[in-house]
């Protein structure tokens, strides 16, 4: 089956640290792979995503890479902000023609000023 | 503002109670998707429309669970005789295209005493 594995938090950082939390998959397909974010107190937002291997998503400075080799689309910002904190699910879908949203656990992201 | 909305935000009922919950999804977006989101969990999908036809439903949708969009607007969830093992958070989404880009409401937070 599909499935979705995120590294576990809550990471914990200081503002303008590099931030990269992992996230692997498996699929029967060819998936999109996408990251939410989740603020406290709001409903999940699309925060980017890529739709084929190789391809760069990149979104208020974070980015993320779909890595075809390594199943994995980890995400990355060169410097975090304090209202960078929230939780972010890692999900996946497959490219059909309704397929539905696999999503890791979330990792929760702290940052202190 | 994703455009997508429920209601009600918040419910609490006693367990046995029937309990209804609203979407109404992003006005020119023709497919909806309900999931289920417990404390520490990402979403998990429970069904999806197109239109007004239901066209998948997870396993973790018992027969107390009913879903419906009878005019490919909005849609309803009921759940029928609750049980405290359906506090969660339900939330619904919505998407129009290839690559299943979907965009999620702020969701309805069920509490069965």
């Known amino acids: 089956g599909n499935s979705v594995t995120q590294m576990e938090g809550p990471v914990t950082l200081s503002e303008e640290a590099f931030l990269t939390i992992n996230c692997t998959y498996t699929?029967?397909?060819?998936?999109?792979l996408f990251w939410y974010v989740q603020y406290p107190g709001e409903g999940l937002q699309l925060l980017l995503k890529a739709t084929k291997a190789d391809d760069k998503g990149s979104n208020k400075g974070f980015e993320a890479t779909y890595r075809k080799e390594t199943t994995s689309f980890h995400l990355e910002k060169g410097s975090v902000q304090v209202s960078d904190s929230a939780v972010y699910f890692c999900?996946?879908?497959?490219?059909?023609?309704?397929?539905?949203?696999?999503f890791g656990k979330g990792t929760m992201l702290l940052v202190s000023p | 503002d994703t455009g997508v909305s429920q209601n009600p935000r918040h419910k609490i009922t006693k367990r046995g109670q029937n309990v209804t919950f609203r979407c109404d999804p992003i006005?020119?977006?023709?497919?909806l998707y309900w999931y289920r989101q417990t404390l520490g969990q990402g979403p998990e999908f429970l069904t999806y429309f197109q239109n007004e036809a239901q066209l998948e439903k997870s396993r973790l949708l018992s027969d107390r669970f009913s879903a419906e969009r009878p005019k490919g607007s909005f849609s309803t969830l009921e759940i029928q005789r609750t049980e405290q093992g359906d506090s969660a958070m339900y939330l619904c989404?919505?998407?129009?295209?290839?690559?299943?880009?979907?965009?999620f409401g702020p969701g309805t937070r069920l509490t069965v005493l």
């Open positions: 999900a996946l879908s497959l490219n059909s023609g309704y397929s539905t949203l696999t």
């Open positions: 989404a919505s998407s129009r295209g290839q690559h299943n880009e979907q965009f």
């Open positions: 699929a029967t397909g060819y998936p999109s």
């Open positions: 006005s020119e977006h023709n497919r």
